[in-house]
């Protein structure tokens, strides 16, 4: 499964911003047999977990730290598994990463099997 991340860039606080994960070559079932994630990670520090959704996208998870502002869909038809955040705050400055799973919805980067290359998210105060 390779995944293609897109939708970062620099915005000010208080903005809105959709990122994009398409998964292509999946050689292995199906996109929708796939749990979708987003993790962040800043310089120094430990990827954190930031959500993820279902199969079936029925179901969402999120981190506290994003709860609220952030919200997570896909769109099996397309094999794409969005991010849509809102009241961008400094604090969420990082690489975002989409990921794949076939095994359970963990909020844990150690779950997934399959990662983006990352798009910077900047947010000025």
């Known amino acids: 499964v390779q995944l293609a991340e897109s939708g970062g860039g620099l915005v000010q606080a208080g903005d809105s911003l959709r990122l994009s994960c398409a998964a292509s070559?999946?050689?292995?079932?199906?996109?929708?047999?796939?749990?979708m994630g987003w993790f962040r990670q800043t310089p120094g520090k430990e990827r954190e977990f930031v959500a993820h959704i279902s199969t079936s996208g029925r179901s969402t998870y999120y981190a506290d730290s994003v709860k609220g502002r952030f919200t997570i869909s896909r769109d099996n038809a397309k094999n794409t598994v969005y991010l849509q955040k809102s009241g961008l705050k400094p604090e969420d400055t990082a690489v975002y990463s989409c990921?794949?799973?076939?095994?359970?919805?963990?909020?844990?980067?150690?779950?997934?099997?399959?990662w983006g290359q990352g798009t910077q998210v900047t947010v000025s105060s």
């Open positions: 990921a794949a799973t076939m095994g359970g919805a963990r909020p844990s980067a150690a779950n997934y099997d399959y």
């Open positions: 070559a999946i050689t292995f079932g199906s996109y929708s047999s796939y749990v």
